[in-house]
């Protein structure tokens, strides 16, 4: 049975960082949202063009265009085993929707890691991200997660970045977007007794510590 686990938290909590480690160390794939949106824009795709201004903004992407862009990543072989889902579901609209996908690919949403991070913890971290411009769009930061070589990425050598909405002004928005729309979904797994909370104040590999323990506890 495929395993899914969807990591929720504030913009900059560090559910990138953690999907791409969870994901490697479960051999599940990660499938972020807005890795895939970044993706579409890059190569200028009819969605890329018509999401683009909508995440400069740091505004949320239509639930409809969102549900079946990810709908189709995860009907991919890749995801066969399952995967760390970042990013979505974003609103009550995508959970529901998320519900029936998974029952259609013979699944359920196994456990939703919640990281917790304090709101000036957040705003140092989206500051200081740096993303590589290769397909794996690798995240760094200058200060808590530098590069070896300044600038360019480890994994695939491509030049480092810094993502158009980590403005401290689009910064805002996104988190209260995050809070308008994506709060509720807090005590909706809660209630399922699926949420785990996990302390995102910390390094990264402490909080990594906590979630692969989370996860162990959950099978
Ligand atoms: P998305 O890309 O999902 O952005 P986000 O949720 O705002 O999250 P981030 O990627 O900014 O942060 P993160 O939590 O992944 O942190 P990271 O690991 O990078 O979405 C972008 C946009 O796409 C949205 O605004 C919206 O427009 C659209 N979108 C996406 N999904 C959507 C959906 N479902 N519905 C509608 N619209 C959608 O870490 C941040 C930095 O901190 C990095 O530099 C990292 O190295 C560092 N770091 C991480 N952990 C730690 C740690 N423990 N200690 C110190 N540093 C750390």
């Known amino acids: ?33 807005g890795d895939l949106f970044r993706d579409n824009i890059k190569r200028q795709t009819p969605l890329g063009q018509q999401v683009e201004a909508i995440l400069k903004r740091g505004d949320l992407v239509p639930d409809d265009v969102t549900i079946a862009m990810v709908r189709d990543r995860l009907k991919n072989p890749e995801c066969a085993r399952g995967a760390v889902l970042d990013g979505f579901p974003r609103t009550p609209a995508q959970a529901k929707a998320l519900e029936a996908m998974l029952t259609e690919l013979g ?6 890691p919640y990281i917790q991070v304090s709101e000036p ?52 928005n996104r988190i209260a977007e995050y809070v308008a729309k994506t709060s509720p979904l807090i ?27 989370a996860v162990a506890g959950a099978k």
């Not at 929720?8 to 999907?19: D, H, N, R, W």
């Not at 699944?107 to 939703?112: P, Q």
């Not at 290769?134 to 300044?150: D, E, R, S, T």
């Not at 809660?190 to 909370?197: A, D, K, Q, T």
Request: charged fraction near 20%.
């Open 121 to 172: 913890v957040l705003v140092e971290r989206l500051t200081g991200r740096w993303t590589c411009k290769g397909p794996g769009q690798h995240v760094y930061h200058l200060k808590f997660n530098p590069p070896k070589a300044a600038g360019v990425c480890d994994v695939d050598g491509t030049e480092l970045f810094q993502r158009p909405d980590d403005r401290e002004e689009t910064v805002k």
């Open 1 to 33: 049975m495929p395993v899914y686990l969807v990591l929720i938290g504030l913009p900059g909590a560090g559910k990138g960082t953690q999907a791409a480690l969870l994901s490697k160390q479960h051999g599940l794939a990660h499938v972020s949202s």
């Open 107 to 112: 699944g359920r949403v196994n456990l939703v």
């Open 187 to 213: 005590e909706h797994y809660r209630s399922l007794g699926l949420l785990v909370e996990i302390n995102g104040d910390q390094a990264i590999e402490p909080v990594t510590a906590q979630l692969l323990a």
